[in-house]
């Protein structure tokens, strides 16, 4: 079932999102050649804790970590650890928080020093599918809707859309109704209403669309080792459009 949330609920997962955004933009500063996902890790702890919120992920489904730190051909999910990251790596960085009694979850791809032409192209065309995505979110417009246009665009550009991983509403749980798969048919799916608060969150391969598990079964990847990005905002549906709730 999904969720309608009430308005303060929304005022709290707004509070959430905005201390979320600033804590992932300073993780984004600190993304450089040397650094381990694990130093990134302990940072996104530390930043955490200072809000005043806690790491959704830390013990979901058995995660051992705050922060995901997905590196080049991993898609989402990866366990920060002794990786050094080296330039003309990408990494994704996925943190969730609970403030309140509130989910808010997002990610960026960030580029490692200075990385290929087509890597930054990768990287754009996922941020950009992931804002085709939002415009489409408004009521009478369905999930399908978002799904058919975040495909259309990445295809339209070459490159492949995860179909095994997807987006998921958010709120008192960490991942609610409805799952929002990233490829699809227009009007198909629930119907968009005010007060469904969600996460898009657009994976893209530059090489396949398959996908299998890491060695440690935490993480998947690209089954071809091709590069990956992913965006991800939460999002609350509103009677005027969307509202992102993940930005400063």
């Known amino acids: 079932m999904i969720t309608i949330k009430t308005k303060e609920e929304i005022a709290v997962m707004r509070e959430g ?9 300073e993780l984004e500063k600190m993304v450089r050649p040397g650094i381990t996902t694990q130093e990134l890790n302990r940072a996104a702890e530390v930043l955490v804790l ?4 806690q790491c959704s992920f830390l ?22 650890s002794g990786r050094v990251l080296k330039e003309g790596d990408i990494v994704s960085l996925d943190l969730g928080i ?13 580029p490692v020093g ?8 990768l990287i754009r065309v996922t941020k950009k599918a992931l804002k085709r995505g939002i415009k489409k979110v408004r009521p009478g417009n369905t ?23 997807c987006g998921h509403g958010i709120g008192k749980v960490l991942h609610e109704d409805p799952e929002i798969l990233n490829y699809g048919s227009r009007h198909s799916g629930p119907e968009i209403k005010p007060g469904m608060v969600f996460c898009l969150e657009p994976m893209v391969a530059a090489g396949t669309r398959e996908i299998k598990k890491t060695k440690d079964g935490q993480a998947y990847k690209t089954a071809d ?15 005027n459009g969307a509202k992102v709730l993940t930005v400063i």
Request: proline share 3%; aromatic share 8%; with cysteine.
């Open 143 to 165: 999930f399908g809707d978002i799904s058919n246009t975040i495909q259309r665009y990445i295809e339209d550009q070459g490159f492949f859309v995860v179909k095994d991983l």
């Open 50 to 53: 200072k809000s005043g919120g």
């Open 17 to 25: 999102g905005k201390i979320l955004a600033k804590i992932v933009k």
């Open 98 to 110: 609970l403030y309140k009694g509130l989910h808010t979850d997002m990610a960026v791809t960030v």
């Open 59 to 80: 013990g979901f489904q058995g995660y051992p970590a705050c922060l995901c730190t997905s590196i080049n051909e991993e898609i989402v999910h990866a366990v920060p």
């Open 114 to 121: 200075k990385v290929s032409p087509e890597i930054n192209r």
């Open 225 to 239: 080792d091709s590069l990956s990005a992913h965006f991800e905002h939460a999002i609350v549906a509103t009677k």
